[in-house]
């Protein structure tokens, strides 16, 4: 068999998700090397439709990388979000309650196109459609990934390796067992999302508590609309025509003067498990993960996405002290650093997701009280509404983060 064809980088990157792509960008901005190895091909990846708000910091990293102007353009800039139930609508006014911080509605789609147009123009190495990926050595000074490219098996030399390749990837497989501990909460209901070419009924997001259960009214620009309602973790897409689709939308997003919500076609359905992960520590030997690969946030919070740039910016920085001066410093700390977001985040998404729902086995409603007593505090709290915008935005810091 030919030997593998061998060569070397500074940064190993596994997946060409928001986490590897912003790694590769920040990296690239500071000289450093990186490879980035996806498994799946570029047009998959561009049009794979998940995350749609952007915190500030996201949006404001997006401009300071360079790769922010199509999102400036066709961004769709939020002041704030509706809370609805019992049919009657409450505004959370972010710019009031934050000094005016926001969010960006932009398809996670749209950043990815953005970060690999950028990459390809700066003609950094980006190979999509890797087949059987392996790490190696993670505890010596040269790990190792080994991978097929092309019908060529090849292996990669590394100073480090970032693990970006999400829930299902092979970098966290890769970590001997017992050597991470796990922290996970799958919740007892699942997210029906569509994608329907119908212009928003909306200004803004609608979260909405209703006794037939959760429902979320999104967009992704002025023609389309992204909708997601609560329903069993073990629905099936076939048992939903488009019809009830829309009649189960009608039903939880009504409103109790004449606002009726547009219909369109539904263009893309799926069904998104809620659960919440969490692996630590976040690195072992060589290896860093970053983003879905190490933890998972229910969607609720509208933090998958941002928690993920999260990582990778703290992991840039510090790879940058440590190539440019030798100082691992905040390479050594860099999953505790990275905890201390995640585990607020956790509590951000946990605490949106509970006040929201319908818990299926909450027999004397007393679970519903709760959620409910939670709402009408939020709704008529500056101090309650204020922890929900400054966590809705983003915090700029978090404890005593460096
Ligand atoms: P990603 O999963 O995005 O990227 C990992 C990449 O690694 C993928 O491109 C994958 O193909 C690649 N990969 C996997 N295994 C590999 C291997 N062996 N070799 C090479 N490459 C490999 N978040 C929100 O905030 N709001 C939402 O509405 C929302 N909806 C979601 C819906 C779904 C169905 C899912 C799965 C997630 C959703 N999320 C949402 C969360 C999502 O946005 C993630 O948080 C975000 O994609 C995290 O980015 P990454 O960490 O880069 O992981
Ligand atoms: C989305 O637009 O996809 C979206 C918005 C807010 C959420 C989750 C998803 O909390």
Known sequence: MAEPSSRRTQVGIVGAGPAGLVLGRLLDLQGIDSVILEARSREYVEK????????????????EMGVGDRMLAEGLVHHGIHLRFDRRDHHIAFDELTDGRGITIYGQQEVVKDLIAARLEADAPLHFEVEEVSLADLDSEQPLIRYRHEGEQRELRCDVIAGCDGFHGVCRETVPE????????DYPFAWFGVLAEAPP???ELIYCSSERGFALHSMRSPQLSRLYFQCDPDEKLEDWPDERIWEELHTRLEREDDWSLTEGPLVEK???????????PMQYGR???????VHIVPPTGA???????????VLAEALGRWFEGGDDSLLESYSDVCLRRVWRTQHFSWWMTWMLHRFPDDEDGFQAKLSRAQLEYVCSSKAAATTLAENYVGLSQVGSEA
């Open 48 to 63: 794979r439709v998940r995350a749609g708000v952007l915190e500030q910091g996201t949006v404001d990293l997006m401009q």
């Open 270 to 280: 799926g069904i998104t498990p809620m659960r919440a992960f969490v692996a630590e």
């Open 201 to 203: 009924s909306t200004e």
């Open 178 to 185: 017992g050597a991470l501990r796990f922290h996970v909460r």
């Open 303 to 313: 933090k998958g996405l941002n928690l993920a740039v999260s990582d990778v910016r």
């Open 287 to 293: 290896l860093y993960l970053a983003g879905d690969a």
